[in-house]
């Protein structure tokens, strides 16, 4: 597995940030706390396997700040042997009487190609078939 691009969108402390990999070399996380370090790399968890963390919840995940309505997770394009996937998984948020609610979304792509039926748990099987690991 070979990663080729990190795009987060209010996931944590980063409102939008897109981190490309795409080039050969070393590349290192830097930066001040609560820069964003450690979102990126949960980010790219809860992308593949919906981790959410160290002991955390979806409700943990939103940005303070988010506007209502809008989304908040993560997209990891990667490439394994021949084949480029791109795998996204994203949280809406709604209210219930019990409080907020985070509804796990997902989807992915193989070469382009939009993958049918996708949903949070069919995406977590997939990548372990995949990728031959889990989070």
Sequence with gaps: MRI?????????SVEDLTLDLAEDGLHALIGAFGSGKSSFLTGVRFALFGDNGEGGANLDLRRRGCPKG???GCEVTFTQG????????????????????EKTHASL??????????TATTL?????????MTA
């Design 82 to 101: 021949q084949d480029t996937y791109v795998a996204r998984r994203w949280l809406r948020r709604s209210n219930t009487k019990k409080g907020p609610v």
């Design 70 to 72: 809008d989304e908040a």
């Design 109 to 118: 792509t193989l070469n382009g190609n939009p993958i049918d039926g996708i």
């Design 124 to 132: 977590t099987s997939e990548m372990e078939s995949v990728l031959g």
């Design 4 to 12: 080729q691009r990190i795009h987060l969108f209010n996931f944590r």
